[in-house]
């Protein structure tokens, strides 16, 4: 498809278990974040990678959460450790890479820590 | 440091009603600001974005904003409502320097009656 594409679309593991959440984003785009909104909240940012650049990591909550990005394509975000505050809709979005284009966003990833 | 205070979190309406949904910014640069809409179990969708220039955006789906640089104002309207329309509409402001994320407000649902 055309848009960015999260996988899965649904996650429920054990508190402790580790959590591995995918985006493909569109084609062409440079720009990629990573966004935490949890029940009734706005959207936090986590993580943002923009070409071959060091990753911007000041939105990450703790050391149990890392990302990658192979190249301009997908990226993986991975919780490890997984505590029950860690519940919530990861979303990511993807740009053409300068600041004001408009960032297009995927479904989400709905992650429940029992 | 940029924020965003969407001072609303339910704003309930009649169909073919006016609406507004308030956004109050504070940012350390000139501020890009944007809206957008999240339907059920979507990711988000880009209504308008204030870059520069003129100060009333419009968007899509008949949504106008007006940015207000003394009142720190980017308040979101639609002259007349639909059943359609009923959603979260988040408010968005770019983080500053050469960070390209965006911060989101917590939010506003906006629920339209028959």
């Known amino acids: 498809g055309a848009g960015v594409s999260q996988s899965p679309s649904n996650k429920v593991t054990e508190k402790g278990k580790d959590v591995e959440l995918r985006c493909d984003p569109i084609?062409?785009?440079?720009?990629l974040y990573w966004y935490r909104q949890r029940l009734g909240q706005g959207l936090e940012f986590l993580i943002y990678?923009?070409?071959?650049?060091?990753?911007?990591k000041s939105g990450l909550p703790s050391d149990r959460f890392s990302a990658e990005r192979t190249g301009e394509s997908v990226s993986t975000l991975t919780i490890q450790r997984t505590q029950q505050e860690d519940s919530a809709v990861y979303l990511c979005?993807?740009?053409?890479?300068?600041?004001?284009?408009?960032?297009?966003f995927g479904d989400g990833t709905r992650l429940s820590i029992l | 440091a940029q924020s965003v205070t969407q001072l609303d979190s339910q704003v309930p309406v009649f169909e073919e009603a006016p609406v507004e949904l308030r956004c109050n910014y504070s940012?350390?640069?000139?501020?890009?600001l944007f809206w957008y809409v999240q339907y059920p179990n979507q990711g988000l969708q880009l209504l308008l974005k204030y870059l520069s220039g003129s100060t009333l955006v419009k968007g899509i789906n008949g949504f106008e904003a007006e940015f207000n640089k003394s009142q720190t104002s980017f308040h979101l309207r639609k002259p007349s409502v639909h059943i359609s329309d009923t959603a979260e509409y988040f408010c968005a402001v770019r983080a500053g320097g050469s960070q390209g994320n965006l911060i989101f407000g917590k939010g506003t649902k906006l629920s339209v009656k028959p």
């Open positions: 979005a993807s740009s053409r890479g300068q600041w004001h284009q408009p960032q297009h």
């Open positions: 990678f923009q070409g071959n650049s060091a990753p911007d």
């Open positions: 084609s062409g785009h440079t720009a």
């Open positions: 940012s350390s640069v000139p501020p890009y």
